[in-house]
């Protein structure tokens, strides 16, 4: 890893800490959140403890908002939801109205999640993204990879270059539509229209690996406010408390015509 250019080294493990490198000045404590069958998972990182907050059966959106919420009581932790795609975890509904969490896993081994990533900026979510690498040959490859020189912006001109010739830049809008496309370059300029509420930048390689770049997002130039609904106290009691006398009423009468009969 570090001949890769990664200097923080976390370990991610099942609800778990993994403190291996703890004596180092750099680490960060950081776990994979999430022991159901649906993969609803999330990674905690900068994690003060374990959650077992969680819900076992299928989630609905709400559930999955409370979990991300619950996590982020916790003020230092970073949230990244990880794997969108794996057993249906989370819907493209989802990523509509979600938010409170701060990365989305862009790409694995074996899928793209770039869809869903279009989709949560397009409903303007502030989420940015994060690779991941669970293979060796990976390691190798990425010492090959072109990287970003620059990014500027400069009367509405985003202009990207990187330090490598690539196959080519695309910049992607809302609903994920290609903007425009540089091929055979190095260096790419788009202007940036009142109708943009964000781009992002995709290179393609000519070895065919795909390098995602986190996107420019337009704000009011003071905060980049979060965009979610918080939960609904009184509302979420009430139904909670209509479901747990539903339940004893329903024993009760059950232990009753048990007796009659």
């Known amino acids: 890893y570090r001949n890769s250019g990664i200097n923080v080294i976390g370990i991610s493990d099942y609800q778990n800490i993994n403190r291996f490198e703890q004596n180092h000045k750099w680490f960060i ?13 999330q990674l905690v990182i900068n994690a003060g ?9 299928k989630q609905t959106l709400n559930n999955k908002q409370s979990v991300i919420s619950y996590l982020k009581k916790d003020t230092n932790t970073i949230i990244a939801i990880v794997h969108p795609i794996l057993r249906k975890a989370y819907s493209y509904n989802d990523f509509k109205y979600l938010g409170d969490y701060d990365y989305l896993e862009i790409s694995n081994k074996k899928y793209c999640f770039s869809s869903f990533y279009d ?34 912006i400069k009367n509405n001109l985003m202009t990207v270059s990187l330090n490598k010739p690539v196959r080519s830049i695309r910049f992607i809008g809302q609903n994920g539509i290609e ?39 337009r704000y009011d130039g003071k905060k980049l406010e979060r965009n979610f609904n918080a939960m609904n106290i009184s509302n979420t009691w009430i139904r909670r408390s209509a479901t747990t006398f539903l339940v004893v009423y329903g024993f009760f009468l059950i232990k009753g015509m048990r007796k009659d009969v």
């Not at 403890?49 to 059966?57: G, P, R």
Request: hydrophobic share 35%; proline share 3%.
């Open 29 to 41: 404590p950081v776990y994979e959140h999430g022991f159901q069958y649906h993969k609803v998972h």
């Open 49 to 57: 403890k374990v959650s077992w907050m969680d819900f076992l059966f």
């Open 119 to 152: 989709t949560i900026l397009s409903a303007g979510h502030h989420v940015y993204l994060k690779g991941c690498n669970k293979s060796n040959s990976h390691k190798i490859l990425t010492r090959e990879l072109p990287r970003l020189a620059s990014l500027t």
């Open 179 to 217: 903007r425009l496309k540089s091929k055979d370059c190095r260096d790419a300029i788009y202007l940036i229209s009142s109708s943009d509420h964000y781009i992002r930048c995709e290179a393609e390689c000519y070895n065919g690996a795909r390098l995602f770049f986190n996107p420019v997002m």
